[in-house]
């Protein structure tokens, strides 16, 4: 089947400007969460959605990062008045959903790179 | 806070040489731990897992031994070859939160030469 796909797959934008990303995760995963790659700080969480509602947003750097999901779907992170320091890759990754005393593997999708000129 | 150590690298190996990637962590309660891995131009794919102490996972002739009292994982392989080049990434997650959310190393770039 079809996996985790992320658009647009590369984003060069002017500083300040506003940019969304976007996710489809696998069809029925629950769970949905965003990561992002960059050279200095390596791979970092940002944000987790159980369905709908985001009960982990420890990971979000800023109140410019926002991120919305519909439908248990589609999600979408928002990034207001880009600065160059959010130039990376951002990751979105899909899974069924957790429970205690279980893991279910994270599928990743192939990113979108952000370039703040 | 959790936390994940790896060799950073580069490492540069001849095909057939040996292989061992170390990776320690650091955890508030008993994480499952992970090696992923990145091909060029490819996203993140699991390459194995263990969930308990103890546990070896294994696959593509790769190995970890999920040690608690060295609280280790570190990635070996016999005989590594070309294409084994890639980014490898040790990872835990802690189910303390419920959330499973992965908590990476910061990647060690391995290039396999022939």
Redesign the interface.
């Given at each position: 089947g079809a996996g985790?796909s992320q658009s647009p797959s590369n984003k060069v934008t002017e500083k300040g400007k506003d940019v969304e990303l976007r996710c489809d995760p696998i069809s029925g995963h629950t769970?949905l969460?965003w990561?992002r790659q960059s050279l200095g700080q390596?791979?970092?969480?940002l944000i987790?959605f159980?369905g709908n509602s985001a009960?982990?947003k420890s990971?979000l750097p800023s109140d410019r990062f926002s991120a919305e999901r519909t439908g248990g779907s589609v999600s979408t992170l928002t990034i207001q008045r880009t600065q160059q320091e959010d130039s990376a890759v951002y990751?979105c990754?899909s899974?069924r959903l957790?429970w205690?005393?279980g893991?279910?593997?994270?599928y990743?999708?192939?990113?979108t790179r952000l370039t703040v000129t | 806070g959790n936390s994940v150590t790896q060799m950073e690298g580069p490492v540069t190996l001849s095909e057939e040489a040996f292989l061992t990637i170390n990776c320690t962590y650091t955890a508030t309660g008993y994480p499952s731990l992970f090696w992923y891995v990145q091909y060029p131009g490819e996203g993140l794919q699991l390459l194995l897992k263990a969930t308990k102490a103890d546990d070896k996972g294994s696959n593509k002739g790769f190995e970890a031994t999920y040690r608690k009292e060295t609280t280790s994982f570190h990635l070996e392989k016999g005989s590594v070859q070309v294409s084994d080049s890639a980014v490898y990434f040790c990872a835990l997650s802690d189910p303390g939160g419920s959330n499973y959310k992965l908590t990476f190393g910061k990647g060690t770039l391995l290039t396999v030469n022939p």
């Amino acid at each position: 089947g079809a996996g985790v796909s992320q658009s647009p797959s590369n984003k060069v934008t002017e500083k300040g400007k506003d940019v969304e990303l976007r996710c489809d995760p696998i069809s029925g995963h629950t769970a949905l969460y965003w990561y992002r790659q960059s050279l200095g700080q390596g791979l970092e969480f940002l944000i987790y959605f159980q369905g709908n509602s985001a009960p982990d947003k420890s990971g979000l750097p800023s109140d410019r990062f926002s991120a919305e999901r519909t439908g248990g779907s589609v999600s979408t992170l928002t990034i207001q008045r880009t600065q160059q320091e959010d130039s990376a890759v951002y990751l979105c990754a899909s899974s069924r959903l957790p429970w205690g005393g279980g893991h279910y593997e994270q599928y990743f999708g192939p990113g979108t790179r952000l370039t703040v000129t | 806070g959790n936390s994940v150590t790896q060799m950073e690298g580069p490492v540069t190996l001849s095909e057939e040489a040996f292989l061992t990637i170390n990776c320690t962590y650091t955890a508030t309660g008993y994480p499952s731990l992970f090696w992923y891995v990145q091909y060029p131009g490819e996203g993140l794919q699991l390459l194995l897992k263990a969930t308990k102490a103890d546990d070896k996972g294994s696959n593509k002739g790769f190995e970890a031994t999920y040690r608690k009292e060295t609280t280790s994982f570190h990635l070996e392989k016999g005989s590594v070859q070309v294409s084994d080049s890639a980014v490898y990434f040790c990872a835990l997650s802690d189910p303390g939160g419920s959330n499973y959310k992965l908590t990476f190393g910061k990647g060690t770039l391995l290039t396999v030469n022939p």
